[in-house]
C-alpha cells in the first residue's frame, strides 16, 4: 500500500510536466501565426 501511495504523487508531476510540454509547442505554433497574420496585414497596409 505505502508503495503504491508513494508512485501516484511521482506519476502526477509527469503528467503534469508532460502535459505542459505539450502545451508549449502548441501556444509557439499558435504565436507563429499570429505574426504570420501580422505581418501579412502590415504588407497589405503598405
Not at 503504491?4 to 501556444?27: H, Y
Request: charged share 50%; aromatic share 8%; hydrophobic share 25%.
Amino acid at each position: 500500500m505505502e508503495k503504491k501511495k508513494k508512485a501516484k504523487p511521482k506519476l502526477t508531476p509527469i503528467v503534469k510536466s508532460f502535459k505542459g510540454s505539450f502545451k508549449i509547442p502548441e501556444n509557439f505554433e499558435f504565436k507563429e501565426d499570429l505574426r504570420k497574420s501580422r505581418s501579412e496585414k502590415t504588407s497589405l497596409d503598405e
